[in-house]
Each structure stands twice: as structure tokens, then as C-alpha cells.
């Protein structure tokens, strides 16, 4: 007994340790994969406005000089291009009129991913190009210390207030002289968010004149949009409200111009919408979005821009410097207007400032770019000193032409190159990837002894040098010292060290009943694995991860069949049993479940489009078949728990069952979802329901401690199972509780699919029932709509019930709900093992577990190593980055957890 609980202790340390060190190692891996992007000084420093060119003094305060005293800076969350353009919703009258006679100009603002709101709003401000870590940083935002319009402005006397999103002023938190903000997170408001906003304008046009600048950010259209998508009735509504609000700071501007007070209203959205509602990819929908300029004419024919290229129009408008960090142009749509002298000088400032990031590039000058630049200043020159004004016309549109195309150019380049990957931090986190997969596979590995011990002070040398190398020594070679860096080197070492200790063969650190494991599955589970993960190399393979997941599934059931049928065909030589039939009936049942359920939601990028069952049962308006499919997946949940249950359990169980399947289609019922058949919350939003429900789990929870954890507290094996069982009927209530309503019938699908197939499998090793579990994870993580494109992470089920905006439980809501059928799988797996008493511990089973994620997360952080510098990189590749470490975070910290008891119990 001594011998085998030190053994379990053992194990349990060497995998806390696992589990521990790769947490750390992701951290770190995400902080070298995303740094912050930060093109030049980091100080909100000035950037001269020229004032001779080639010798030639200009009279800088005649040709620069603002063009509007007033602006109105109106930011509308998730307005995408189609919900300004389209004529057949005549949402936005005021809008389209002013379009319609070339008052407003139209502009189509294209945003770089992520499309999440507080790079988008750094980008327009700063110039700057945000990076992919800004999509954690979202949730926490700091203040900006580049520089920025904000900061020009406040730098040259201009006074400005802000409302809305209280991004902004974390952002800039000394900037605004008057301001109030709302919370961007809490998606279930979809009136109050703004109300709040348009209550101040009326003071701030009417009565209060102080102020040159105003920034308003509205949330409606954006919660309206995560919540029920762009296709609800509630859009039109929202979309005619934001025109309301145009069309009163119109009216207003209207005077102020007539009074002589020049003034311009910006409307623009800070990203799209995708068409399930989300936003955070790079899909058209979520890119392109439209920048609207009322109070000046416009040509006409709609333009392109970058979203980047905003912070240096505001600049040009208030006649302040550009953002040191800018690495945006002029929007010619803007300055078409002044005088040609005018348009000569913005460009070539505007030229002049990104040529000095562009000459801190590497081999700048054999670039074309190089040439044509002091080309067009040569021209320019010219053109000044009077030598080429008597040419036709077309010499100066030949010179504005090449100006335009010399900052296109440099800034296409600035762009891709604004992010310096660290490869010296990617190499260790490598490495320590290898490591802990090593240590967790190398039961199952046959290697040479030579090989291990190459690879054991293989490790020890490249952490001595990638260490000494990255964290002693700047980029010019010389050595210095900070406290930071000291800290993370010496853990890196820490752990560097005690891996290769791991990994030295001196005896078996994690014993495994899976001896025969590979053997047994016929290789099928770990081909696919490697096929899987080989896979990921493609960015088409990893925008339609769903459907190697799906192939994977079919060829198992595929497989099945044709077993079940030759079995059938040789008893029915011998003779033939009803339960041959019902097996191959089985299997036919899941290959139709299987089709109708990866309809259920349409994923990935290439078909996300069409329709699917989830969008038809929305589109209903009668919510007959969502009211159906809801009541019908509860009533098979509370079925399953009254037979999984105990006999002496099963009345007060089913009880507490019923209660909390009513609150959960209450909910639902609240957020009109389905037919709310009371009266009793009608005007909930659903905030008394789920406390209720939340009420009724507590006691649920220590129903099942006193009665069924602590009854069974001295018969271990029953003991274990009873925790297990109740962890499950905690995951499985609360999945229904946060998913959507028609994504409901997932939670009971899963389950009978893991019984089937359990049964089917029966007389298969313990260890492939394993590898089958995570299979059916993976599969029912993409019926349920998910991919690896941030826009299909639903942000409102982090928000489900609450009254105010809490980020821990927020963030514990969206792990939960978009990982429920991966975990589910998981405890499955465990509660079978517990309830056979087969001698097939925990750590057996998170043993295969970590291998089957850290193979695929080790080979894919490879890839994305190399293919840093791919066109892809932000738009496929890093999200994808991010959901396999967040995917490994979640499942190590559960494995973690459901470990304790069985260790505690030893």
C-alpha cells in the first residue's frame, strides 16, 4: 500500500508539474508570438511639420492650418458596410440622404484584424498597427503612451469630452475634460448603453460651448449583434436611433457653419459584424466597415481606406502634427477640395513622416519605394520654384498621383514589418513544449538510449545559451541587467532544468496501464493525430478544422459499421440474434445524427454563410420548433440523470432536475428565444431566472455532498464516482444554462452519443475508449458552431444573468460554454472508468489526454514559427494560436482539478 501511494503521489506531482510548467510556457509563448506593436518612440512626442523643402521655405501657417474648429467624432460599435449601404432597409434616412446629395462623403474603411474594439480604436487614434495580443488585452485595456490625435490635440489647446465606451478613457484617461463611460462588456443592454450617451448631447450642443473635440461611442448595434446577430428585427431599430442622433448633431452643425464656425461631423464603425453576430476575424464582414464625413462635399465615388489612415485625416483636419507612431495617409476624398499648393504640402508631409520609419527598415534603399520617393520631391520642388506650373494640368496630377502612390507603398511595407517577432523566446517555449511532451509520452516511445540522452543535454545547452543570449545581452550586444528579465530567466532555467531531469531514462516517472495501447487501436487514434496536426500547416486545413474532425468521426462509425455488419452476417450463418440488429441500427442512428447535427450550426469560413437549422429555428417567428427542441432536449437531460442515478437517489434527484430545467427554459424564455408560456417573466431579462437557477444548483450540490459523496465516504471506488457524477450533472445544467437556445439539444446528443459508443466499443482496451472520448469532444465542439476565427467566440453567454459587468465570471462563462463539449467528454471518460472499477486510474487516462493536446500544440506553435512572415499570419494563423493555447489552459486546469480527489483518497 505504501509502495502505491507513493506511486500515485508521485504521479500526481509529476503531472501538477506538467500541467504548471506548460500554463507558464504559454504565457510566455503568447507574449512572443503577440508582442505589442510599437512602430517607432514610444513617447508622445511631435512630429515636425516641415517647413522648407529643398531649401525652399513655405509659410507653413497659411497651407497648415485647421479646417474644422469643431469636430464631432461618432463611433457606432459593429456598424459594418451593409448596414449604411443597403437601400432596401431605409434605416438611416438622414444618412442616406446627405449620401444621396453628396453632403456626406462615403468612405469604406477597411479595419485590420483582430476586429475587436480597443485595437481598432488605438489604431485610429495612434496610426499605429495593433497586435493580436490586443485581443486578451481587450478585456483589461491600459492607458496608450504612443502618440496619438488625443494627445496632439490636448498637446495644442484643444478641449475635448467624450461618452460612451469606457474603453476610451482607460485608453486615455488624462485627456478628456468632461466624460462619462459605459461598460463595453455587458452585451445584454441594448438601450441604456446608449441612452446614456445621446442624454449628454443636448447640454454639450446647446448650452456648453467650451469644447472643440467630442467622441461618442455608442454599444447598442454591437450587443444587438452578439446577442441575436445582424439579421434581427432589432437592428433596424437600432440603426434608425444612431440616425436620430445624426441627424440632431446635423442640424446644430448646420448653425455653427452658417455662424461661421467651421464644423464636421465623422461617423464610422470601429469594426463589422459576422453574419452569426460575432467579430474578431477577418472576414469582409467584419473589415469593412463605412467612415462617414458630413459638412463637406465629396466627389462622389466611394474610396478605400485603412483604418490607420484615420488618425492622420483627424491630424490634417485640426492642423495639429501627426502621431509620431502613425503609419497612415491622407485620404484624398478629404483634401481634394483645397488648393493645389495645399494638397502638395499635406502629402509631402505625410511622406516625409513615414519615410522616417520606412529608413529604419532594412535594405530601404534598393526599394523602388527609395526612388520614387526623392523623385516626387525633386518634382515637387519644381513645381514650387515655378518651373513646371506652365506644364498642363496633368503634371501636378502626375506628382499627387506618385505622392499617394509612394505612402501606399511605404505604408503596405511598414505595416507587415510593424511587428518584430522575439525568436529566441519562441525557440524556449519550443523546446519546453518538447520537453513536457516528451515526459507525458515516453512510455509509449521506443527510443535508443543514445537519443534520450542527446536530447537530455541537448535542452540543457540551448537553455544556458537562449537564455544568457536573450536575457543578458540588448540589441546591441552589450550586457546589462533588469529585475524583470532576471525573474523569468531564472525561471525558465528552473524548469528548463528540472524537464531535462524528466526526461533522463533512468526508470518509468508515469506508469500506464496502456502498455499495448498503440498496439491495440490498430494505430488509427495516433495516425489521425498526426495527421491532424500535420494539417494545420495549411491555412485552408485550419479555417476548416470542423471538417478533418468530421472525416475523422465518419471513418470511426464508418469503421463500426462495417464491423457490425460482417459480425451480423456471420451470426446470421450461425444464428441470428435481434441485438446484431439493434448494433448496426445504432450505428446508422449516429451516422444520421451526425449529419443533421453539422448542419446545425454552418462554421469554418468557406460555408459559414449558407443556412443552417440553428438560423431557420431563430428565423421562426412563431418559436414553435425552438420551444420543441429546447423542452425536448430538457426533458432527455432530466430522463438521462433519473437513469444514471442511484435507485434511493433518484426521487429528491429528479426533483431538483425538473426545477433547474425549468429555470434554464425560462431563461430562454426571457430572451425570447422560445414561447414563454407564464406570464411571470415577461419583462425579465433573464436575471431572475438564472438566479434562481443558481440558487436551486447550490442546494442541488450539497444534496448530492450530504447524500451521496458523504455516504459513500469509506468505499473509495464509490466515493470517487459519486464526485465524478456530480461534477457532470454540474457541467451538463450549466452548459444548457449558458448555450443558446437551439444549441441546447447538443448536451443530451453528446451524452447518448458517448453511451453508444461506449457500448459499441465495449470489448475494446480501456486506453482507445480514450482517444474515442476526445474524438467526440472535438467533433461537438464544432456543431456547436465554433471555429477557430474569434468571431465565433459568443461573447453573450459570458453575460448570461448578470446585472453589471464582472470580468472573472465573465471570462469563466465564455471558458465554460465554448469548451463544454470538450470537458464533458472528458468527465465521461472518467465516470465510466470510476463507475467499472476497471483499475484504469486518472492518470492513465490525463496521461493520453496531454498527449493527444500537446502534440498538436507543439507541432502547430513549430508552424506558426515558421510561418511568422505568412500573408495569413493575423488572420488564420495567430487566432488559431491563440484558441489551441487557451483550448490547453482549460483542459489542464480540469484535468488538474478532478485529480485532487482521487489523490486525496489514496
Not at 129 to 158: C, E, M, P, R, Y
Not at 324 to 338: E, F, H, R
Not at 377 to 397: A, C, D, F, V, Y
Request: charged residues 15%.
Amino acid at each position: 500500500m505504501e509502495t502505491t501511494l507513493f506511486g500515485n503521489r508521485w504521479k500526481c506531482l509529476v503531472t501538477t508539474y506538467i500541467f504548471c510548467s506548460t500554463l507558464f510556457t504559454i504565457s510566455l509563448l503568447l507574449s512572443a508570438f503577440f508582442p505589442l506593436t510599437h512602430p517607432s518612440n514610444s513617447t508622445a512626442s511631435p512630429s515636425d511639420i516641415p517647413t522648407v523643402i529643398n531649401g525652399i521655405k513655405l509659410n507653413t501657417e497659411t497651407i497648415y492650418k485647421p479646417s474644422a474648429q469643431k469636430i464631432v467624432f461618432m463611433v457606432i460599435d459593429a456598424l459594418r458596410w451593409d448596414f449604411v449601404t443597403n437601400s432596401d432597409t431605409n434605416s438611416m434616412p438622414w444618412t442616406t440622404a446627405s449620401i444621396s446629395n453628396n453632403s456626406a462623403c462615403l468612405i469604406q474603411a477597411r479595419a485590420q484584424a483582430p476586429t475587436v474594439t480597443m485595437p481598432r480604436i488605438k489604431s485610429m487614434m495612434t496610426g499605429a498597427v495593433s497586435s493580436f495580443i490586443d485581443v486578451i488585452l481587450n478585456f483589461g485595456a491600459t492607458s496608450v503612451t504612443t502618440d496619438s490625435v488625443l494627445h496632439q490635440a490636448k498637446n495644442h489647446g484643444h478641449k475635448m469630452i467624450f461618452y460612451g465606451d469606457d474603453t476610451w478613457i482607460k485608453l486615455f484617461p488624462t485627456i478628456f475634460d468632461r466624460h462619462e463611460g459605459t461598460t463595453s462588456f455587458f452585451v445584454s443592454d441594448f438601450t441604456e448603453v446608449d441612452a446614456n450617451v445621446t442624454r449628454h448631447i443636448d447640454e454639450e450642443l446647446e448650452i456648453n460651448d467650451d469644447w472643440s473635440i467630442m467622441i461618442l461611442h455608442y454599444l447598442g448595434l454591437d450587443h444587438i449583434g452578439h446577442t441575436f446577430g445582424p439579421r434581427s428585427p432589432l437592428v433596424p431599430l437600432k440603426l434608425k436611433e444612431m440616425d436620430e442622433v445624426i441627424g440632431k448633431i446635423l442640424k446644430r452643425i448646420d448653425r455653427w457653419n452658417n455662424d461661421g464656425i467651421p464644423s464636421i461631423l465623422i461617423v464610422c464603425g470601429d469594426h463589422g459584424m459576422k453574419n452569426s453576430g460575432g467579430h474578431g476575424g477577418a472576414t469582409p464582414e467584419e473589415t469593412l466597415v463605412p467612415l462617414l464625413v458630413f459638412g463637406d462635399s465629396c466627389p462622389g465615388d466611394v474610396s478605400q481606406i485603412e483604418q490607420v489612415d484615420i488618425a492622420t485625416t483627424l491630424s490634417i483636419i485640426l492642423g495639429i502634427p501627426i502621431p509620431q507612431s502613425n503609419l497612415g495617409s491622407i485620404s484624398m476624398d478629404i483634401i481634394g477640395d483645397l488648393p493645389d499648393a495645399h494638397q502638395l504640402f499635406l502629402l509631402h508631409y505625410n511622406a516625409k513622416h513615414m519615410f522616417q520609419h520606412f529608413r529604419k527598415l532594412s535594405e530601404f534603399e534598393s526599394s523602388e519605394i527609395y526612388d520614387n520617393y526623392y523623385k516626387t520631391i525633386k518634382l515637387h520642388t519644381e513645381w514650387l520654384i515655378g518651373k513646371n506650373r506652365h506644364k498642363p494640368e496633368s503634371q501636378l496630377e502626375f506628382i499627387i498621383k506618385l505622392y499617394d502612390k509612394v505612402l501606399k507603398g511605404m505604408k503596405e511595407i511598414l505595416i507587415k514589418s510593424a511587428v518584430k517577432y522575439d525568436r529566441t523566446i519562441m525557440t524556449i517555449t519550443i523546446v519546453m513544449i518538447l520537453q513536457a511532451f516528451f515526459i507525458i509520452s515516453k512510455k509509449s516511445w521506443k527510443l535508443a538510449l543514445s537519443i534520450k540522452w542527446f536530447f537530455y543535454w541537448w535542452t540543457i545547452g540551448v537553455s544556458l545559451w537562449l537564455s544568457l543570449n536573450h536575457f543578458l545581452y540588448n540589441e546591441n550586444n552589450e550586457v546589462y541587467f533588469e529585475l524583470r528579465d532576471f525573474w523569468i530567466m531564472t525561471i525558465v532555467f528552473v524548469f528548463f532544468t528540472i524537464n531535462c531531469c524528466l526526461c533522463r531514462p533512468i526508470h518509468d516517472i508515469i506508469p500506464s496501464s496502456l502498455s499495448h495501447c498503440l498496439e491495440d487501436s490498430k494505430i488509427i487514434f495516433p495516425a489521425a493525430m498526426v495527421l491532424h496536426a500535420v494539417s494545420l500547416s495549411s491555412s485552408s486545413f485550419v479555417e476548416e478544422e470542423h471538417q478533418t474532425w468530421y472525416f475523422f468521426w465518419v471513418t470511426l462509425l464508418t469503421c463500426l459499421l462495417s464491423l457490425e455488419i460482417g459480425r451480423t452476417y456471420q451470426n446470421y450463418r450461425d444464428r441470428l440474434s435481434s441485438d446484431n440488429i439493434i448494433r448496426v441500427f445504432k450505428v446508422l442512428i449516429l451516422m444520421t445524427q451526425h449529419r443533421i447535427l453539422r448542419k446545425l450550426n454552418s462554421t469554418g469560413n468557406k460555408y459559414a454563410h449558407l443556412p443552417d437549422i440553428g438560423g431557420w429555428m431563430k428565423d421562426e417567428e412563431s418559436h414553435l420548433a425552438m420551444s420543441f427542441a429546447v423542452g425536448v432536449s430538457l426533458g432527455l437531460l432530466v430522463l438521462i440523470g433519473f437513469i444514471s442515478e442511484e435507485k434511493r437517489f433518484r426521487r429528491v434527484t429528479l426533483g431538483f432536475h425538473v426545477i433547474l430545467a425549468v429555470c434554464v427554459y425560462s431563461r430562454h424564455a426571457a430572451d425570447n428565444s422560445v414561447i414563454n408560456f407564464t406570464s411571470i417573466h415577461r419583462d425579465s431579462k433573464g436575471i431572475y431566472e438564472v438566479r434562481a437557477f443558481w440558487m436551486v444548483s447550490g442546494i442541488f450540490l450539497l444534496h448530492c455532498i450530504r447524500s451521496g459523496i458523504w455516504s459513500y465516504r469509506n468505499e473509495r471506488p464509490k466515493f470517487l464516482q459519486r464526485i465524478v457524477f456530480s461534477v457532470i450533472q454540474v457541467w451538463v445544467l450549466v452548459s444548457t444554462l449558458l448555450h443558446r437556445a437551439h444549441d441546447v439539444i447538443l448536451v443530451p446528443m453528446e451524452l447518448i452519443t458517448i453511451f453508444v459508443i461506449y457500448e459499441l466499443m465495449e470489448s475494446r482496451d480501456n486506453g482507445i475508449l480514450v482517444y474515442v472520448s476526445y474524438w467526440v469532444g472535438n467533433v461537438f465542439y464544432f456543431y456547436q458552431g465554433n471555429s477557430n476565427s474569434l468571431a465565433t467566440v459568443d461573447v453573450a453567454a459570458g453575460y448570461v444573468g448578470l446585472q453589471a459587468y464582472w470580468p472573472l465570471i465573465a471570462k469563466i462563462y465564455l471558458c465554460v460554454n465554448t469548451y463544454s463539449a470538450t470537458i464533458l467528454a472528458y468527465l465521461m471518460i472518467l465516470y465510466k472508468n470510476t463507475r467499472d472499477r476497471q483499475g484504469f486510474d486518472i492518470f492513465s487516462i490525463n496521461r493520453v489526454y496531454s498527449i493527444m493536446r500537446i502534440f498538436p500544440f507543439a507541432v502547430y506553435t513549430i508552424i506558426v514559427m515558421i510561418h511568422r512572415y505568412h500573408l495569413f499570419i493575423w488572420t488564420i494563423f495567430s487566432p488559431k494560436l491563440l484558441y489551441e493555447a487557451t483550448y490547453t489552459a482549460v483542459l489542464f486546469f480540469v484535468m488538474f482539478v478532478m485529480q485532487l480527489p482521487f489523490l486525496l483518497t489514496e
